[in-house]
């Protein structure tokens, strides 16, 4: 199994500019997640999807932050417009019933 | 919400020594992990334990629920132990709701 797969690694943009993250959950795993890494605040849960469908978003910080999962191998996490304190690694996570598996992040950086 | 708190904070010790790494809890959960961050930032499990004690090789869990407390043991540290060690629990204690994580214990081995 190729774990959970992410993309891109590395993201730089300019504030202002709309960011796409994108997420492969292992195959299988109805659970997925979107968790974020800061120094100030450590891994905080964004969102979970269920089956595909949005469970619980109140993580997300504000509107400018929007996920969606139209199937159940895909997922993406927007930002729009994109602004300096979103500087974070972001970490996509799925799970089959309780345990959940990572992947590496993507290391947003917005300048 | 649940509150997870990790101790100590901090540890530094040489090749060799054994740890005992602590999670405290606030509320009874249905799912507890432990993973490692290594320096490069992926997020490894390490273990899957909301009760009981399991064992992988040199590193073992014990997670007593009634109490609300989690340990994990190194013994023989290698410097590629090196890293943050972190403890997460589910949210609500329903199930694959979400993950919430402590602070996690930086972890360095010295050769």
């Known amino acids: 199994d190729a774990g959970v797969i992410q993309s891109p690694r590395h993201e730089v943009t300019e504030m202002g500019q709309e960011v796409t993250l994108r997420c492969k959950p292992i195959s299988g795993h109805n659970s997925l997640f979107w968790y974020r890494q800061t120094m100030m605040r450590g891994l905080e849960l964004l969102i979970y999807f269920n089956n595909n469908v949005p469970i619980d978003d109140s993580g997300m910080p504000e509107d400018r932050f929007s996920a969606k999962m139209p199937n159940a191998s895909f997922s993406t996490l927007k930002i729009q417009p994109s602004e300096p304190r979103d500087s974070a690694v972001y970490f996509c996570?799925?799970?089959?019933?309780?345990?959940?598996?990572f992947g590496q992040g993507t290391r947003l950086t917005v300048v | 919400g649940i509150q997870v708190e990790q101790s100590p904070p901090d540890l530094i010790l040489q090749e060799g020594a054994n740890s005992t790494l602590r999670c405290n809890f606030s509320?009874?959960?249905?799912?507890l992990q432990w993973f490692h961050q290594n320096p490069w930032g992926q997020l490894i499990n390490l273990f899957y334990?909301?009760?009981g004690t399991k064992q992988n090789g040199r590193l073992s869990a014990t997670t007593v629920a009634t109490e609300r407390y989690s340990l994990l043991y190194i013994s023989s540290s290698q410097t590629t132990d090196s890293g943050v060690y972190f403890c997460a629990v589910d949210r609500s204690g329903g199930g694959a709701d979400g993950l919430t994580f402590g602070k996690g214990t930086h972890l360095i081995i010295q050769p």
């Open positions: 996570a799925s799970s089959a019933r309780i345990e959940a598996f």
């Open positions: 334990i909301p009760s």
């Open positions: 509320d009874s959960v249905n799912n």
